[in-house]
């Protein structure tokens, strides 16, 4: 046991895993450095709850998603989509993709929203193996697996919020099954990960990240500035090792 053992409560402690696919791993579509190396360790720390304190998210798009590089005409994974530069675009710039499930007054409302949007590498796409609960895990008993992404017009990083406040359920569900304490673990710490853990502590709960069962996407800043929104918040960082069970 270590200096700062956490003793795992069955009763009110629930343990989240954010997007545990191959598709945020080396060799999926937006692949998270090492992101692979946390499923053994995930693997170990489910099984310190029970199967009713255990929840999973999944990011699942369909193609042509707002948050999508290939939604756009020539536009790269990464790119930042600020609403003060598509507030200019008309209909005739033609900036989106023949693919893309949304139109130009779609976007522009989006973006006058959230104000900027990543657009990332085609991952998570229903139908792909990749998009799927890691194989590590599968068969795992758990309480819900909720999908989020799946709005062609909005982006989902949280689990318990889409990208425009709109609630998943989650929140309240882990609510309504008596949780206080919420452990989070998965991929990747500077998005999914991190803004699930301050929307969160916004329904209340007391959230810990295990963060040495996570990784980063680290595009630049993002680390140090979820960080400093964890500090600001009070979401606590702790290692597995610090996790004891009942």
Same mark, same amino acid.
């Given at each position: 046991m270590t200096d700062h053992a956490i003793l795992?409560?069955?009763?009110?402690?629930?343990?989240?895993?954010?997007?545990?696919?191959?598709?945020?791993?080396?060799?999926?579509?937006?692949?998270?450095a090492r992101g692979d190396? #946390? !499923?053994? +360790?995930v693997q170990r720390i489910n099984l310190l709850f029970p199967?009713?304190?255990?929840?999973?998210? &999944?990011?699942?798009?369909?193609?042509?998603?707002?948050?999508?590089a290939s939604s756009y005409a020539g536009l790269a994974p990464y790119a930042q989509l600020a609403a003060d530069e598509v507030a200019r675009w008309t209909e005739a710039d033609n900036r989106l993709a023949a693919r893309a499930r949304f139109g130009l007054?779609?976007?522009?409302?989006?973006?006058?929203?959230?104000?900027?949007?990543?657009?990332?590498?085609?991952?998570?796409?229903?139908?792909?193996?990749?998009?799927?609960?890691?194989?590590g895990l599968a068969g795992r008993n758990c309480r #819900? !697996?909720? +999908?989020?992404?799946?709005?062609?017009?909005?982006d989902s990083y949280s689990g318990l919020r889409d990208n &425009?406040?709109?609630?998943?359920?989650?929140?309240?569900l882990l609510q309504e099954d008596g949780a206080t304490r919420l452990f989070l673990t998965g991929l990747a710490l500077d998005f999914c990960v991190g803004f699930t853990a301050l929307d969160a502590r916004d329904y209340g709960f007391e959230v810990f990240v295990v963060e040495d069962a996570t990784r980063s996407v680290a595009l630049p800043g993002t680390v140090e500035a979820m960080k400093?929104?964890?500090?600001?918040?009070?979401?606590?960082l702790v290692q597995s090792e610090d996790l004891v069970a009942f």
């Open positions: 795992i409560d069955p009763a009110t402690d629930a343990l989240v895993n954010v997007d545990v696919q191959p598709t945020f791993m080396p060799g999926g579509g937006l692949p998270v190396e #946390i !499923v053994p +360790l199967d009713r304190r255990r929840y999973m998210t &999944l990011d699942k798009h369909p193609i042509g998603h707002i948050s999508l007054a779609d976007l522009q409302d989006y973006l006058a929203k959230v104000r900027v949007q990543t657009l990332w590498p085609d991952h998570g796409i229903f139908g792909t193996a990749e998009a799927n609960l890691h194989p #819900i !697996v909720l +999908l989020k992404g799946t709005d062609p017009r909005c &425009l406040k709109r609630p998943t359920g989650l929140g309240e400093e929104a964890f500090a600001k918040a009070g979401v606590k």
